[in-house]
């Protein structure tokens, strides 16, 4: 059973199957040309035997033509090679017959070599014997006087001579058949040799036939792929971690002072004067985890590839100018003033989410009044160009080091942790912006603003620009 199943699995291989393959087509040409080169040999040996028996009956006409009738059948006898002789007189009766000397024969007439005879200078007639299985080929020519001779030829038939040889024959197609399975087996190893030795980890340092070469090429192209996108989950992983290992801090500081704060509290460990600020600390950091979550969901909701933009046409001038009012009470404590200005050439309107947009904005500007220092300005100007509308956001604070300014756009990513408690802030603001920006297949910059600062520029391409009719206004 067990060798059995070694040849199942064999004749499922790729050598199995082009062994196979050679062994029935070896086999089946040995079968057709053992049985081609029979028919043929055997036609030239028939057509070799006619001539000579046509020559020998030609010859046996020119002597018997000299000799009377009476002594035909002695010359006869004695000077013609044939296994068969007959002398016929012009009526058709046999005169002599060399294989029946004393029988009685019937007339001759009507044999079809005696007709052909009679039409032509000889006549060549194969018949076969059913009972002796054999084949006698016939030759007669007519004598001047009107009498015939004929010479017969006996061999064995096509079928009798292929039985007779069956066992030499099937001998030496066995042979050949065993040498050619030899040969089969041996060529469908060096063909399939290439392929198994493939190299799969570089599929193109391999030296393959053609064929194979485009399989090789779209494997190399897949295994490309696949380290691209592994190398693509694994830092997706390693984001969600450090993107949860974030938040469980960021959350667990404000956490820690409410419930030390609030511990106090309901122990009455804390005076009644102390109480108010106690109780200001608690909302400070409630509405810092607040805020903290609430950009968590923000940014969890950007990351659905299935979020629903709603774009409509979105006047980003108005936009900006409603933020700047929503800020008014951050802004003003610090004697910081908002300032949003547009070229009056032409006001363009952007086609995108008005809600994502909106929070773009009040992150950008957010961000700018948290790091201005008192007393200062913050420009946002809306500019239209050829090719794209952009926003830029400038403030007159600590600035940006060049290095740093694509880390500030990773979450919670803080520039000086030391001042992380002063300015507030989650540290998701301007990672939300990006996204926000990337989902309008937008961009963002950081460059320094002239004299010192920061300036955030976004910029939309054309096909997201909705032209519009309204002057511009420089507020």
Not at 10 to 20: H, K, N, Q
Not at 268 to 279: I, K, N
Not at 441 to 452: A, Q, Y
């Amino acid at each position: 059973m067990k060798r059995f199943a070694r040849i199942r699995v064999f004749s499922d291989t790729l050598a199995g199957r082009i062994f196979a393959s050679f062994a029935i087509v070896t086999t089946l040409a040995l079968l057709i040309f053992f049985l081609v080169a029979s028919a043929v040999t055997y036609n030239v040996y028939e057509g070799t035997a006619e001539r000579a028996l046509r020559e020998e009956v030609a010859r046996a006409a020119q002597v018997l033509e000299a000799l009377p009738a009476d002594e035909r059948a002695e010359i006869a006898t004695d000077q013609f090679a044939a296994d068969r002789i007959t002398l016929i007189d012009a009526e058709g009766n046999v005169v002599f017959d060399s294989q029946a000397p004393d029988a009685a024969l019937s007339n001759h007439k009507t044999r079809p070599e005696i007709e052909q005879a009679q039409n032509g200078p000889d006549a060549v007639v194969l018949r076969h014997s059913e009972t002796l299985n054999t084949d006698t080929l016939y030759a007669a020519a007519q004598l001047s006087d009107g009498s015939f001779v004929r010479l017969g030829q006996t061999r064995q038939s096509l079928a009798s001579l292929v039985q007779g040889a069956t066992l030499p024959l099937a001998a030496a197609l066995a042979l050949m058949m065993l040498i050619m399975l030899a040969f089969s087996q041996v060529l469908s190893r060096r063909i399939v040799e290439p392929i198994a030795s493939l190299d799969v980890e570089s599929p193109l340092s391999n030296r393959v036939y053609p064929e194979l070469r485009p399989l090789l090429v779209r494997m190399d192209e897949q295994r490309a792929l696949l380290r691209s996108q592994n190398e693509e989950l694994e830092s997706a992983a390693n984001m969600r971690r450090e993107f949860s290992a974030n938040v469980s801090h960021e959350m667990k500081t404000p956490l820690q002072v409410i419930s030390g704060y609030a511990e106090l509290m309901k122990n009455g460990l804390v005076s009644a004067s102390d109480q108010e600020r106690f109780g200001g600390i608690i909302h400070s950091e409630a509405q810092n985890m607040r805020a903290l979550i609430d950009d968590v969901l923000t940014l969890s909701r950007l990351d659905e590839p299935t979020l629903d933009r709603q774009m409509a046409p979105v006047n980003l001038y108005a936009l900006t100018e409603v933020v700047k009012t929503r800020l008014i009470a951050i802004a003003s404590p610090k004697g910081i003033t908002v300032r949003v200005s547009t070229d009056s050439a032409s006001l363009c309107e952007v086609l995108g989410s008005r809600m994502l947009l909106e929070q773009m904005v009040y992150n950008l500007l957010d961000n700018a009044i948290r790091y201005a220092p008192c007393d200062s300005r913050i420009d946002a100007v809306i500019s239209s160009g050829e090719d794209s509308v952009g926003l830029a956001v400038i403030d007159r604070g600590p600035g940006i080091p060049p290095e740093l300014r694509e880390a500030v756009f990773e979450r919670f990513y803080r520039i000086d942790k030391s001042r992380s408690k002063e300015t507030g802030g989650t540290g998701l603001g301007l990672a939300i912006v990006k996204h926000v920006v990337e989902l309008h297949d937008g961009s963002i910059e950081v460059s320094e603003t002239p004299g010192g600062g920061a300036t955030f520029t976004v910029s939309i391409p054309k096909d997201r620009i909705v032209p519009t009719s309204k002057a511009g206004t420089d507020r």
